[in-house]
T-cell receptor
Framework: NAGVTQTPKFQVLKTGQSMTLQCAQDMNHEYMSWYRQDPGMGLRLIHYSVGAGITDQGEVPNGYNVSRSTTEDFPLRLLSAAPSQTSVYFC???????????FGSGTQLSVL | SQQGEEDPQALSIQEGENATMNCSYKTSINNLQWYRQNSGRGLVHLILIRSNEREKHSGRLRVTLDTSKKSSSLLITASRAADTASYFC???????????FGGGTRLMVKP
C-alpha cells in the first residue's frame, strides 16, 4: 500500500495562476480532506469529502475548489493563486468518521 | 480560530525524562487525537481517545481526557532523542471526520 500520495511535492506559482494539487489514496477510505499548515501553526481544514460525489467546506474554503469523482482521488484546485495561499498543503483520508487520519507527505506551495 | 490549544508551545528535556503536553479545547467533541510531525514531514497518528474514555495507553504514550475541564494531556515516558518533533492535538466533532488542530508543542529531547 502506498497510503496517501500527494503531487507535486513543491510548486511555485505567480499571482493569478491556477493549478491543481493531486491526492490519491489506495486504502479504500471513504473520508478525505485537505488541510493547510502555515509556519508555526496547526492545520486548518479547507474542504472535505465523505464519499464519491460528496464534498463540503471546511474552515478556510475561499479560493479553493474540490471534487470527488472516485473514492481514490480528491484533487484541490486553486482558482487564482494569491500570496496568502503560500502554505504547506496536506491531504488526509480515513476509513470513517471519528477514526484516525492518514496523511500524505504534503505539497509546499509558494505564490509570488 | 483553533479549537485546541497546546501548552507549552515548546519543551526541551533530557533523554530519559518524561514529557507532558497539555491540550485545551472549547466545544463538545466526539474524540480527541494526538499527532506527531517531524520537521518538514506529514503528520503521523499517535493515539485516539473517545469522549467516553478517560485514559488510554500505547507503548510509552499515555493520554488522558477530562471532558468536564475540556482538556487532555499526552505523556511520553522515558523520552528518546528520536521523539524530537512537534506534537498536535486535534478534536473531532460532527460528521465528516473534521478535525480541528491546535498550534502544537515543539518537543526537543537532548541526548
Amino acid at each position: 500500500n502506498a497510503g496517501v500520495t500527494q503531487t507535486p511535492k513543491f510548486q511555485v506559482l505567480k499571482t493569478g495562476q491556477s493549478m491543481t494539487l493531486q491526492c490519491a489514496q489506495d486504502m479504500n477510505h471513504e473520508y478525505m480532506s485537505w488541510y493547510r499548515q502555515d509556519p508555526g501553526m496547526g492545520l486548518r481544514l479547507i474542504h472535505y469529502s465523505v464519499g464519491a460525489g460528496i464534498t463540503d467546506q471546511g474552515e478556510v474554503p475561499n479560493g479553493y475548489n474540490v471534487s470527488r469523482s472516485t473514492t481514490e482521488d480528491f484533487p484541490l484546485r486553486l482558482l487564482s493563486a494569491a500570496p496568502s495561499q503560500t502554505s504547506v498543503y496536506f491531504c488526509a483520508s480515513s476509513y470513517s468518521n471519528s477514526e484516525k487520519l492518514f496523511f500524505g507527505s504534503g505539497t509546499q506551495l509558494s505564490v509570488l | 480560530s483553533q479549537q485546541g490549544e497546546e501548552d507549552p508551545q515548546a519543551l526541551s528535556i533530557q533523554e530519559g525524562e518524561n514529557a507532558t503536553m497539555n491540550c485545551s479545547y472549547k466545544t463538545s467533541i466526539n474524540n480527541l487525537q494526538w499527532y506527531r510531525q517531524n520537521s518538514g514531514r506529514g503528520l503521523v497518528h499517535l493515539i485516539l481517545i473517545r469522549s467516553n474514555e478517560r485514559e488510554k495507553h500505547s507503548g510509552r504514550l499515555r493520554v488522558t481526557l477530562d471532558t468536564s475541564k475540556k482538556s487532555s494531556s499526552l505523556l511520553i515516558t522515558a523520552s528518546r532523542a528520536a521523539d524530537t518533533a512537534s506534537y498536535f492535538c486535534a478534536t473531532g466533532r460532527g460528521a465528516g471526520n473534521m478535525l480541528t488542530f491546535g498550534g502544537g508543542t515543539r518537543l526537543m529531547v537532548k541526548p
